[in-house]
Each structure stands twice: as structure tokens, then as C-alpha cells.
């Protein structure tokens, strides 16, 4: 699958276009290129969040879906290719119930932060969000593997889960929203 890079600048980008793995040239700015290029960002804040203090299950989780978040990358790459087959949409829905099952249910909203690992992954989950958005622009113009897409959904609730776990684990808490008029009262 695809070439070895023995020389990492190639001069082939300096005019604003770069080549797909099919071999075609797009603008640098194009939908297809904004998002892989979203997921490759996403694929690096995952990164952030296992350079921090996680325990063996999240870290065994997030590492799969680095690898899996490469392959919706590859897939982006290639126009026509799929590389995210319904089972890794499973595999996170998996995962969303396992780490959900021990949390107690929502009664606030929850504001990114509780410990750094958390406020890591919360940080990885609102880009999430726009990778899915990027794709579903992408969608409107060209094929995309509909799995693709609720992949990107799942991937964002697990981030969100993981959060909430992680600022428990840590020994830290979640920090929940306080409307504004509340915020006064209990500053008085």
C-alpha cells in the first residue's frame, strides 16, 4: 500500500495541490484534504491523551483506535478504497458501553477538564466532531463509505466517556456546568 517516503520534502506541494493515493492532484484545501488531513489531527491529540497518565484499558483502547483512525486516513487518501468496515464501528460501541457501565448517569452538562488526561481527551472529542463534520461536507460532494461517518460519531461519545473516566480515575472530578444565573447565587 502506497510508496516509501526516502526523501520527506518532494517540492510537489509548493504550489498548493497534492497528490491522493490514487495518483490524482487536489487543491490543498479541498474537502477530501481537510478531512483526512482533520483525522490525522484527531489521530495526533489520541496521541496527547496516551502521552498522559491512562490506565491499561484506555490505553489498549485509544492505541486501536490510532491504528484504526490511520486507516480512515488511507481511506480518505484513496478515493474508492474502504479500509473502516462496520466492525470497528462496533468495536467502539463496545467499548462505549465497558467504560460507560461504571460511570453514573448524566445530570449536568459537563465542561471539558477534570484532570489533565481528561481535558486531553475532551480536547481529542471536539475534534472528533469536526473530523465527522468535515466528512459529512465531504459527503454531500463526493462517495464516502457511510461507515466512515458513524464511526467518527461513536469515536466522539467514547471520547466523551473516556473523559468522564478519566477524570474519575485520576482522582480528580468532573466539572459540571453552572448556568449563569446559578453562578451569581452562589458567588454571593
Not at 469536526?130 to 461519545?157: K, M, W
Not at 473523559?163 to 474519575?168: G, I, N, W
Request: charged content about 25%; hydrophobic content about 40%.
Amino acid at each position: 500500500m502506497g510508496n516509501r517516503l526516502s526523501k520527506i520534502y518532494t517540492r510537489t506541494g509548493d504550489k498548493g495541490v497534492t497528490g491522493l493515493g490514487d495518483g490524482s492532484r487536489v487543491d490543498k484545501d479541498s474537502l477530501r484534504v481537510e478531512a483526512y488531513g482533520t483525522v490525522d489531527e484527531l489521530n495526533s491529540l489520541v496521541g496527547l491523551v496516551l502521552a498522559a497518565d491512562v490506565f491499561a484499558p484506555v490505553r489498549t483502547c485509544l492505541t486501536r483506535v490510532q491504528h484504526e483512525l490511520f486507516d480512515l486516513g488511507g481511506e480518505l487518501c484513496m478515493p474508492g478504497t474502504i479500509l473502516i468496515p462496520d466492525a470497528y464501528v462496533d468495536g467502539l460501541e463496545d467499548d462505549l458501553d465497558r467504560f460507560n457501565a461504571d460511570l453514573p448517569p448524566l445530570k449536568d452538562f459537563i465542561l471539558p477538564g477534570g484532570s489533565e488526561a481528561a481535558a486531553r481527551c475532551h480536547l481529542a472529542r471536539t475534534v472528533a466532531r469536526r473530523a465527522e463534520r468535515r466528512l459529512v461536507s465531504l459527503a454531500h460532494n463526493e462517495a464516502v463509505n457511510e461507515s466512515t461517518i458513524r464511526y467518527l460519531n461513536r469515536l466522539s461519545d467514547l471520547l466523551f466517556v473516556l473523559a468522564r473516566t478519566l477524570a474519575r480515575a485520576d482522582g480528580g472530578s468532573e466539572v459540571l456546568w453552572v448556568h449563569g444565573d446559578q453562578r451569581e447565587k452562589t458567588a454571593s
